[in-house]
């Protein structure tokens, strides 16, 4: 089998020389073990490369891939491409980057924990779907207790003399509960991710996952009223993907974000500082270069309210006259665009028993659902469906379903009172609990 | 594909260790997808996917493996890590491979294929034009075309070995709509498995212009209510409410869990009695239709509501051997790259005997929606919630004001049971559905319909 940097080379030594071509290619092994019923439900293995090539020409970009290609398909690929590109409108942003100095990340690749076998995987989705039956009378099964982890490569290559390779490993749990009273189920659902799975916390999923489900039993609809919103940390993430979109800067430039001409300007409260930052080590959405390799960087998207700027891939850095963040994000099936690294809401300093306090009268959203649909990022108007508790006394009272909450993502972000200092990750967004001094919860 | 041989050679090599059965599934699949943005072909891609996933069951428990390569070598390997989920047992047989022929559902008079990709962009840039042809208000236009062709090849140990090949086309059109600050956005983007003669039920033209109009439509809009009210649902839309809120606690996966509202309540009334509901594989080039679902059952017409009295729930293999009862049919995968898993085909509310605009008339105050966003349901409560893309309030009896930032929120068997008019007429929408991390394309269809009382939320009064 052909190493993935021989596959980027064959692609760039096929280009002919009026041409840019770009070779990108990517190699995973992945592996997936669930438990159900005190059995192994199911038990996955998945080996997968393939490679993506891009061919500029005159500035016409064309795009081929291949699901694990040989030489000849490379070629092929590269062939196909140059037959796209010349039915593409020239741009003369279409540019691949120049070689830059990137620095390795050795942290992203744990060796112990790419050996770990399958059988260690079953044992730990069996662990996993035990602990969270053992707990509380009412959770006595799983919808799903399911542990994976993955070894992935990525190689580029170009004919600007681009080469860059980097390994890394991820790992995850997840587990959804079934809280039973009567006649009423509700779901618990947790979910954690590491480098490696001897660092995964599974006991905290499963412990999580029956707390969230049980707190739940015997929820009703509020009335429609407008008041204190606490985003735990599940629910606020919920929100990150449509700021995440309505910060790349392809959005901006093609006249989609509702921040295009924000910038500089207090559009949050001086609580809210919004980071990417692919050389966090600490989050999942770490790497030393983009998949443009674009060595990674620190972007400070909000600070205290303020916007300061959008992410960038080398396209739009180019049509806006500036440099790419390293936000040129893809999978080998498509050309890249602006994505996200790791990209989360800067930690506040209040601890979350006193978000609560604060919220007094107001909700504790711990789920929302429908934000693809129910948020429109051009515009920012949002209405969502959502499930919380009610906050009174300081602590959590009464579960609440059935409710929405709708406001505009300025208004949210003008509104936030407090941040906690509990950021939490999920895949490579994360964020803290914030508190929203006031937002429309609709109800009976 | 592959030959008999190699096929029967990887069965016998997945069940070393026993296990009910095994099952090789072999794909091929060409695509091709085009995206005009601002009036320019930014992006023209074509892919080449291959794969072969070997399966090996035992009850409910199962182990999974691919490979993107189809020799001998690779699709031993990949049997040989499927059969490690098993734990030691006597090997299985493999029954000789017998054909069998398809429906032939999807049959094809033009295949995309066939066509350039110069073809292709023309259709963008009559979808382009006829939307800013419509207003100086289009600001923005996006036409997105793709096809794709998968030939499938399924086999399993119980002998029985099918080939299919399914086609698929969709044009769509994303339009952005702006009047002093006032941004507004409208799709549309129907879809077939088809070739080319798609194109005679929507034009390229008519693509365009509906999501034009709609964007140019929600200028006018003011916020939506909020509160508890009736919902008249336009044609096509209830299907989709369907899909969501009642097909997904149906999928039998749900069902064994006990992680469905509808465990153990089959022939009980669960919705009003003018619901009439299917699941249906055999629709001729529906977007989710197939002559075999992903482990070579052929698909069926399944009925899920009759009057109202909930009939069953959508099987795979696995679900069904476990329940004593046959597979719909509806045991499908994205791709060779995971196992099936119950879903749903074409899942339809059927038409009833009330005019549309006679509903609308009885209603005194509440919203018509004409446009859904998509949504997503908790089939363990029966949660559900929608995003209302194009909606209208309804008030003394008239479709008035168009409204946004609206969603539809509620509980299944009571939204359902809320069910108190259907009408004559009957409309498709073509989506792509998520669950378990597998996208599947999916169509559902429903006349219009009227929903009693159902939160809606919004930021209006």
Known sequence: MPELDDLCRTAVEAAESDEAVEAYAEESRRTEASALRGEVEGLEFAESRGVGVRVIRDGRLGYAWAADPDQDEVREAVRRARENAALAA??????????????????????????????????????????????????????????????????????????????????????????????????????????????????????????????????????????????????????????????????????????????????????????????????????????????????????????????????????????????????????????????????????????????????????????????????????????????????????????????????????????????RFFSSVGTPSVLIGEMTLAGV | MLPRELVEEVLRAARRRGGSFSELFVEERTSTSIRLDDGKVEELTTGLDRGAGVRVALGTSYGYAFSNRLDRESLLAAAEAASVALTEGQPGTVVDLTEREGAGTNRTERPAGTFPAADKVAWLRELDDAARSLSSEVVQVIGVYGDSLQRRSIANSDGVWVHEDRPRIRLASQVVAAREGNIQTGMFGPAACAGVEFFERFTAKAIGEKAAQRALTMLESIPAPAGEMPVVLAPGMGGVLFHEAVGHPLEADAVDKEASVYRGLVGTRCAGELVNGVDDATIPNGWGSYDFDDEAEPGQRTVLFEDGVLQGFLYDRLRASKEGVGSTGNGRRESYASPPIPRMTNTNILAGVSKADAIIRDTERGVFVTSLGGGQVNPASGDFVFGVSEGFLIERGEVTTPVRGANLIGRAIQVMSAVDAVADDFDTWEGICGKDGQQAPVGSGSPTLRISKITVGGTGA
């Open chain 1, 90 to 423: 020239p741009d003369e942003h279409n540019v691949l980057p120049e070689p830059a100095d990137w620095t390795p990340i050795p942290e992203l690749f744990r060796e112990e924990s790419a050996a770990i076998g399958a059988d260690d995987k079953t044992r730990l989705a069996l662990a996993l779907e035990a602990r969270a039956i053992s707990h509380d009378p009412r959770v006595t099964k799983i919808d799903e207790a399911q542990v994976g982890d993955a070894v992935s490569r990525v190689a580029i290559a170009s004919t600007t003399g681009v080469t860059a390779e980097y390994g890394r490993t991820d790992a995850w749990c997840l587990a959804v509960t079934l809280a039973v009273e009567g006649e009423e189920t509700q779901t618990g659902f947790s979910y954690r991710i590491a480098r490696g799975l001897p660092e995964l916390d599974w006991e905290a999923v499963a412990d999580e996952a029956v707390q969230r489900g049980v707190r739940m039993l015997g929820a009703g609809k509020p009335p429609t009223a407008r008041v204190p919103v606490v985003l735990d940390t599940f629910a606020a993430m919920s929100f990150l993907g449509v700021l995440a979109g309505a910060l790349s800067a392809d959005a901006v430039q093609k006249g989609r974000s509702l921040f295009a001409s924000l910038v500089g300007e207090q559009v949050g409260s001086g609580l809210f500082t919004l980071v990417d930052d692919g050389t966090n080590v600490a989050g999942p959405g770490a790497a030393p270069f983009d998949d443009e390799a674009v060595p990674s960087g620190r972007t400070e998207l909000f600070t205290e309210g303020v916007l300061n700027g959008f992410l960038h891939d080398t396209y739009t850095a180019h049509k806006g006259g500036t440099v790419s963040t390293g936000n040129g994000k893809r999978g080998y099936r498509s050309p890249p665009g602006v994505g996200t690294s790791n990209f989360y809401l800067d930690a506040g300093e209040t601890p979350v028993e006193e978000l609560l306090r604060d919220a007094e009268g107001g909700v504790l959203i711990q789920d929302v659902s429908g934000v693809h649909s129910g948020a429109n990022p051009i515009s920012g108007e949002f209405s969502v469906g959502a499930t919380g508790l009610r906050i009174a006394g300081g602590s959590l009272g009464e579960p609440l379903r059935e409710m929405t909450i709708a406001s505009t993502l300025p208004e949210m972000l003008t509104a936030i009172t407090g941040v906690g200092d509990d950021l």
